[in-house]
C-alpha cells in the first residue's frame, strides 16, 4: 500500500518534472528519468566518485559542469544496464585514478596502504618489545598477589578464595583513590 | 634492590630512549624530504621546458553525432542559443584526415606543434577555440595543431568540435595522462614544442586574442627555424 | 591606526630579544632579579601585542579600508559581530591573534607557577618568548596585518608599511568581503577554540624544553603541565567538534568530517596531545615513560606548525585553506629548527632521563597505556601520511591522485577500534600488574554488555560487521565505566557506610581527575555511538519537488510548500518551505535556504545553503535547497536522513564538561607513586 503510494508520488514527480523539462530544459536532479531504483544505484556510484578538479568534494555534492557531466554519464551507463562496478571501472578509465578519492592498490600507491600497517605493526611491535625488556628484569613472572592484609576496606569480608579477590581489587581502588589517580 | 639489577634497568631503558629518538629522527628526516620535495618541486610544477614528455593520442571521430543527439548536446554545453558560439551549420562533416587516427608527438618531430589542453566543461575554452581553429587554418602545412580534451566524454567533445567546426586532431586525453605529464594545472592551457621536440614556452589560460596567439606561434616559428 | 599598530608590534619584537637575553641569563647567573626582568619583559610583550591586536580590531569596526587586511578581508555592509570575527578571517589577521593569544598563555602560565619554579622559570620564559619571536617576525616581515594600501605611480596598487616611492595612499570605498562560507555563528567561535587549542600546545612543549635546558629533569614537570596540556586540548576538543558542526550545518552535504587537510591539520595534534596527557600519568605513577613523554610534549605543538605549513603553504591544495602566502618557508625553518634543537637537547639530557620503575606485568595498567599511546602517535602519524601521500605519489609516479575520506576511514578506523578496545580494558587493569581472575571478574560486566549489544544490532539492525563491531567495543567502553563508578562507590560505601548516591558524589569528589577522565571516555562512547550511526546508516535522496508536491525518504514525507526571497544587510536570501512528516504526525517545518552574497569575495563562489534541520533524539531530517526554477514552481532539493547525530554533539559536550570537572580547582593533594616493588599494596 505504501509502495504504491510511494510509486503514485515519484510518478507525480516524474510527470511534472518531465513537463517541467519540455518547458524549461532538463529537472536538475534526474536528467535522464531514471526509475527510483536506477536513482539510487546513481546516487550510490556518485557517493564513491569525487570531483577531480576540486579537493575533497564528493560527485554527489559538486557543482562543477564537469561534475554534472559525469553525473549525466552515470545515469546513461545505468540506462545501458551496466553495473557498479563496470561504470567505476570506465570512470577509472577515463578520468584517471584522481576521481577515486583514495591511492589505487597497485604500483607505487600500493604504499598508501601498506605503510600505515607498517606502522601500526612497528609501533605495537616496540611498545612490546620495551615492555618485554622492562619486565624481563622481574625476579618473578607474574603471579596473582596475595591477598591483601586485612585493613579498613578488608574489614567486612569474610576470607575465602572468591573474596581474596574482590578484597585484592578493593585494596586497588582504595589505594588509587588516595593516589588520586 | 641489587646494583647488577639496576645497572641493567639502566642499560635497556636507556638503549629505548636512543631508539626512540632515532625513530623520531628517522621519521622528521622523512618529512623533511616530502616537504623539500614539496617547495622545490610543487605538486604542479609544469613541463615547461626541455624535452617535451611524448605521448600518443586516437583523435575522436569525425562522423558527426546525429542531430538528436548533438541538439541537446549543445544546449547542455552553450545553452540554448548555441548558435551564440557557434558556426552557422553545427552538422556539417569534419574533414576525415583525422579520424580515429593514432599521432605519436615525437612522429612530428621536424614540425612544431601547438598542443592545447581544453574542456567541453570549461567555460573560458569558449572563448580561445575559434582563435586556434583560425590560427590552425592559416599555420596548416608550418604548425601541427594537437588538442586534447581533459576529463571530458566522447558525446560532449564531438559536441563540442562540431560547434566551432574544428578541423585540426583532436583526443580524449585518457585518465589524463598527458595532463600529468605535462603538469597542466587547469584547462584551457597550451604548450609550444618546437621542430626539435622540446618545451618552447605554455600559455596559461584561455588566450584573450588572436594576436596574442600569434605572437606565441612567430615565436615558436622562429625558434624552429634552421640555424644556419 | 596602522602605524600604531606596527609600531607597537615592532616595540615588542625588539623586546623579546631583550627578554630572551636576560631570561638565560638570570638562568645561568642564579639570578633571580634577571630572572624577574626577564620575566616583566614577558609581560609588557603581551601588553604590547594586546595593544596591536586592539588596533585591528578598531580599525575593522570603524571600516578603515586603508588598511590592506581590513580592504580585503571585510566590508561595509558586514554585521558588526563579523566585522570583528574577520580579526581571524584572514591570515595576517589571524596569524597576529595567534601571536595574542600565547601572549596570554604565556602570562597566563608564567605568573602561576613562578614561585614554585625557580630554575624552570626563567628557561620557560625563554622558550615561550622564542616562539613568539617567531610569530612577531611572521607577522611583521611576512604577512603583515598593518600594510596600507598604496597606489603606485604606474597605477598598480600595492600593501605596504611605508610609502613606496613616488606612492600615494589608497583608500577604495569599500571592501571586498568576507568569505561568505565563515559567516556563520559556529564559524566565529569555532576559529577561536582552535587556535586556543593550537596555540596552547606550545605550552607543555616550552615546559618540557625548559625542563631540558635547564636540567631541573624530575617528574615535577609533569605534574605541573598536566593542566597546561588539558586546557588546551579540552580547546582543541571544542574546537574540532565546533569545526564539525560547522561542516554539518554550512556546507550542506549531509556530513561533519570530510578528512580535508585543514581538519586533518586539527586532528593529528589532538591525536598526540591526547597520547600525551595519557602517558604523563604513567610518569607521575611510576616514573617511567620520561624520554616518550618529552618526545610527546614537543609533538604536540610541532604538529601544529607542520599542519600550519601543510594548509597555508600551498603544498597542498584545500578547500578551506587560505591563499598561497610567502609564510612557508618560514614556518618550514621553524620546523627544522625547533626539531633539531629539541633532538640535540634530548639526546644531551638522555642520561639523566631514566625510568625509575619497571614494568612487572605485561598484564597492567601502564602496559595498556603504552600500548594505547602508540596507537594515537601511530594513527597521528598515519593521518600526517595520508595528508601528503599525493605529493609523495606524484614525486614518485607523476601521477596525481587524491587521497579523500574513504582512504582515512580505512586506515585510520581500524586504529581507533583499536583505542576504543583498549580504552575499555585499560581502565579495568591495575597498575604494576593484574591477575587474570580479576582481570576476568571485572571484565565480565562489560564484555556481557558488549556482547548484548553485539548481538541485539546482529538481530535488529544489520548484519554489518563494521558498525557491529563499533558498536559492541562503545559498550564494552561503556561497561567498563559503569563498572568503574559502580566499584568505587561500592567501596566508598563499604568504607564509609554512605548511601549509593553520597557514595557516588564523594567518590568523585575525591578523585576528580580519575571521575572526569571517564567521564571523557563515557563523552568518546557517545561519540562513537552517534558517528556509527550516521556514517553506516545515512540515507540520501536528491530531487526536485513541484510546489505542494511531496517526496519519501526513510519514512518521512517532505512536502514542498513555498518560497521566499528576503534581503539580508549584504545578501539576498532565498528560503524554500518544507514541511516534514511521519505518516499522520507533523515532524517539523525546515526552511533550507540559499544565500547570494554580493560581495566581490562571494561573486565568485556562488551561493551559499543553509540548511534546514530537524534533530530529534533518534535521527536528524537534514535538507538542503539545491536551486529552483520558474519562482520557485519547481526546487531542487538533497534531502539526508542522519541517525543518531545528536548524539554525537552530546557526546561532544560530556566530553568537555569531564574534562572541566577533571580541571576544576580543589585543594590539591599530592598524588602518590604507586611504588615500583613491593611485594603488595598497602591499602590504605
Redesign the interface.
Known amino acids: 500500500m505504501k509502495k504504491s503510494l ?1 510509486i503514485a ?2 510518478l ?2 516524474l510527470l ?2 518531465a513537463s ?1 523539462a519540455l ?3 532538463v ?4 536528467p535522464h528519468n531514471l526509475s527510483p531504483e536506477q ?1 539510487a544505484a546513481a ?1 550510490d556510484i556518485q ?2 566518485l ?1 570531483c ?7 560527485l ?2 559538486c ?4 561534475c ?2 559525469m553525473r549525466d ?1 552515470i545515469d546513461e551507463m545505468l540506462l545501458e544496464g551496466k553495473t557498479k562496478q563496470e561504470i567505476i571501472d570506465e570512470f ?13 592498490k597497485e ?3 600500493l ?3 601498506i ?2 600497517l607498517v ?2 605493526i612497528a ?2 611491535g ?2 612490546f618489545w ?6 624481563k ?2 625476579p618473578q613472572p ?5 591477598a ?2 586485612a ?4 574489614a ?1 569480608s569474610v576470607t575465602g578464595p572468591e573474596l581474596e ?2 578484597d ?14 | 634492590m641489587t646494583d647488577a ?1 639496576n645497572d ?2 639502566e642499560k ?2 636507556g638503549r ?1 630512549g636512543i ?1 626512540m629518538l632515532i ?1 623520531i629522527a628517522v621519521v622528521g628526516a622523512t618529512l623533511f624530504a616530502v616537504f623539500y620535495y614539496g617547495i622545490l618541486h610543487p605538486p604542479s610544477q609544469r613541463a615547461d621546458s626541455g624535452k617535451a614528455p611524448d605521448f600518443s593520442m586516437t583523435t575522436y571521430t569525425s562522423e558527426p553525432l546525429p542531430p538528436d543527439v548533438l541538439q541537446p548536446a549543445l ?1 547542455d554545453l552553450f545553452g ?1 542559443n548555441y548558435g551564440r558560439y557557434c558556426v552557422d551549420d553545427v552538422n556539417q562533416p569534419r574533414p576525415k584526415d583525422y579520424d580515429q587516427i593514432t599521432i605519436k608527438l615525437s612522429d612530428l618531430r621536424g614540425t612544431p606543434v601547438v598542443i592545447n589542453f581544453w ?5 573560458t575554452c569558449k572563448d580561445e577555440q575559434p582563435l586556434l581553429e583560425s590560427a590552425w587554418r592559416h599555420y596548416q602545412g608550418k604548425v601541427m595543431f594537437l588538442g586534447l580534451s581533459h ?3 566522447d558525446k ?1 567533445a564531438r559536441a563540442w568540435l562540431q560547434c566551432y567546426n574544428v578541423t585540426y586532431p583532436n583526443a ?1 586525453d ?4 598527458v595532463y ?1 605529464a605535462y603538469h597542466v594545472q ?1 584547462v584551457p592551457e597550451t604548450f609550444f614544442i618546437d621542430a626539435n621536440g622540446n618545451v618552447q614556452d605554455y600559455f596559461v589560460g584561455a588566450f584573450p586574442s588572436a594576436s596574442v596567439l600569434d605572437e606565441y606561434i612567430q615565436n615558436l616559428l622562429h625558434a624552429s627555424a634552421p640555424q644556419e | 591606526m596602522s602605524d600604531l599598530g606596527y609600531i607597537v608590534l615592532l616595540i615588542a619584537f625588539i623586546l623579546t630579544f631583550y627578554g630572551i637575553g636576560v631570561s638565560i641569563l638570570g638562568a645561568r647567573r642564579k639570578d633571580p632579579a634577571l630572572a624577574a626582568s626577564g620575566r616583566n619583559t614577558l609581560y609588557v610583550i603581551s601588553i604590547l601585542i594586546l595593544i596591536a591586536t586592539l588596533a585591528v580590531v578598531y580599525m575593522l569596526a570603524t571600516d578603515d579600508f586603508s588598511n590592506e587586511y581590513v580592504a580585503s578581508h571585510s566590508e561595509r555592509a558586514l554585521p558588526m559581530f563579523y566585522k570583528i570575527a574577520t580579526l581571524w578571517g584572514g591570515q595576517s589577521g589571524s596569524l597576529l591573534f595567534w601571536s595574542f593569544l600565547l601572549a596570554l598563555y604565556s602570562s597566563a602560565m608564567v605568573a602561576s607557577i613562578w614561585d614554585k619554579e625557580s630554575k624552570r622559570g626563567p628557561w620557560l620564559v625563554a622558550t615561550l618568548l622564542s616562539v613568539q619571536l617567531f610569530f612577531l617576525i611572521i607577522s611583521l616581515f611576512a604577512s603583515n596585518p598593518f600594510n596600507r594600501l598604496w597606489v603606485l605611480p604606474d597605477g598598480a596598487t600595492i600593501g605596504a608599511v611605508f610609502r613606496p616611492a613616488g606612492a600615494s595612499l589608497f583608500i577604495p570605498a569599500d571592501g571586498t568581503g568576507l568569505n561568505p562560507l565563515l559567516q556563520n555563528y559556529w564559524m566565529v567561535a569555532h576559529p577561536i577554540f582552535l587556535y586556543l587549542g593550537y596555540v596552547g600546545l606550545a605550552l607543555p612543549f616550552a615546559y618540557a624544553a625548559a625542563s631540558l635546558l635547564s636540567g631541573d629533569l624530575d617528574d615535577s614537570w609533569v605534574k605541573r603541565v598536566r593542566v597546561w596540556n588539558l586546557i588546551p586540548w579540552m580547546f582543541l576538543t571544542i574546537g574540532i567538534i565546533l569545526g564539525s558542526q560547522w561542516a554539518y550545518l554550512e556546507l ?2 549531509g556530513g561533519f568530517w ?4 585543514v581538519e586533518n591539520a586539527s586532528l593529528i595534534p589532538w591525536l598526540t596531545a591526547t597520547a600525551f596527557l595519557h602517558s604523563i ?1 604513567i610518569q607521575e ?1 611510576r616514573g ?1 615513560l620520561k624520554v616518550w613523554n618529552m618526545i610527546l610534549a614537543f609533538l604536540g605543538f610541532w604538529l601544529v606548525i607542520i599542519g600550519t605549513f601543510i594548509t597555508r603553504s600551498g603544498i597542498i ?3 578551506h585553506a587560505f591563499a598561497i602566502s610567502n609564510i612557508g618557508p618560514l614556518f618550514l625553518a621553524f620546523i627544522i629548527v625547533t626539531f633539531f634543537a629539541y633532538l640535540i637537547l634530548l639526546w644531551y639530557r638522555l642520561p639523566d632521563l631514566q ?1 625509575d620503575a ?6 597492567s595498567r601502564e ?1 595498556a597505556f ?2 594505547v ?3 594515537f ?2 594513527s597521528a ?2 593521518t600526517l ?2 595528508t601528503l ?1 599525493p605529493i ?2 606524484e614525486a ?2 607523476g ?9 582515512f576511514t ?2 585510520d578506523g581500524p ?1 581507533f577500534l583499536g583505542i576504543l578496545l583498549l580504552m575499555g580494558i585499560g581502565p579495568l587493569l ?2 604494576r ?1 593484574t ?4 582481570l576476568q ?2 571484565l565480565a560486566v562489560p564484555v556481557a554488555l558488549a556482547l548484548a549489544v553485539a548481538g541485539a544490532v546482529f538481530i535488529l539492525i544489520t548484519r554489518n560487521w563494521v558498525p557491529i563491531l563499533a558498536w559492541a567495543l562503545a559498550a564494552l567502553v561503556l561497561g567498563t565505566i559503569i563498572w568503574e563508578f559502580y ?2 562507590a561500592a ?2 560505601r ?2 564509609t557506610g554512605e548511601n549509593w548516591l553520597r557514595a557516588l558524589g564523594s ?1 568523585m569528589a ?2 576528580q ?2 571521575y572526569g577522565g571517564y567521564l571523557v571516555h563515557f563523552g568518546v562512547v557517545l561519540m562513537a555511538f552517534g558517528m556509527v550511526g550516521a556514517v553506516a546508516f545515512q540515507h ?7 510546489l505542494n ?4 525518504l526513510g519514512g518521512y514525507t517532505f512536502t514542498y510548500t513555498g518560497l521566499d526571497q528576503r534581503k539580508a544587510s549584504n545578501h539576498d536570501e532565498v528560503t524554500a518551505t518544507v514541511v516534514v512528516t511521519q505518516g499522520n504526525r507533523n515532524v517539523a517545518v525546515l526552511k533550507p535556504s540559499m544565500n547570494f552574497y554580493s560581495s566581490r569575495a562571494a561573486r565568485d563562489m ?1 551561493p551559499t545553503t543553509e540548511v534546514g534541520l530537524h534533530t530529534s533524539i533518534l535521527e536528524d531530517v537534514y535538507v538542503v535547497l ?2 529552483y ?2 519562482g520557485g ?2 526546487a ?3 534531502i539526508f536522513v542522519n541517525p543518531l547525530m545528536l548524539w554525537m554533539w552530546i557526546g561532544g559536550l560530556v566530553m568537555v564538561f569531564g574534562t572541566m570537572f577533571a580541571l576544576w580547582p580543589t585543594k590539591a ?1 599530592a ?4 611504588p615500583a616493588r613491593q ?6
Do not use: H
Open positions: 510511494l508520488f515519484i507525480i514527480i511534472t518534472t517541467a518547458a524549461q530544459g529537472d536538475p536532479n534526474n536513482q546516487i557517493t564513491e569525487w577531480p578538479i576540486c579537493q575533497g568534494v564528493r554527489d555534492e557543482e562543477q559542469k564537469v554534472q557531466q554519464m577509472v578509465d577515463q578520468y584517471g585514478v584522481v576521481i577515486l578519492g583514495e591511492p589505487p604500483g607505487i600507491n604504499m598508501a596502504w605503510t600505515p606502522l601500526v609501533g605495537l616496540f611498545a620495551m615492555s618485554k625488556k622492562w619486565t628484569k622481574k607474574a603471579t596473582p598477589l596475595p591483601a592484609p585493613g579498613d576496606a578488608a567486612t579477590i574482590e585484592e581489587y578493593l585494596a586497588r581502588v582504595e589505594q588509587e583513590l588516595e593516589g588520586d589517580l | 639489577r641493567a634497568a635497556s631503558s629505548g631508539i625513530i544546449v540554448s574542456a567541453s566543461w570549461c567555460t576529463l571530458d566524454q560532449n580524449l585518457k585518465g589524463g595522462k600529468n587547469g | 550542506g552535504w570530510a578528512w580535508d587537510p600519568m605513577q617511567m591544495d584545500s578547500v625510568s619497571e614494568l612487572d606485568s605485561l598484564l602496559a603504552l600500548y599511546n602508540v596507537l602517535v601511530v602519524f598515519v601520511f595520508g601521500f609523495i605519489s614518485a609516479s601521477t596525481k591522485i587524491a587521497v579523500n575520506a574513504p582512504y580505512k586506515v586504529i591495575g597498575w600488574r591477575s587474570g581472575e580479576m571478574k571485572s566499584r568505587g567501596s566508598r563499604r568504607a567518590v575525591r578523585n581527575r580519575r540520501n535522496l536528491k530531487s526536485s519537488i513541484a508536491d511531496s517526496v519519501e556562488g539545491n536551486g526554477e520558474r514552481e519547481l531542487a532539493f538533497e593533594r598524588p602518590q607513586r604507586i611485594p603488595s599494596p598497602q591499602p590504605a
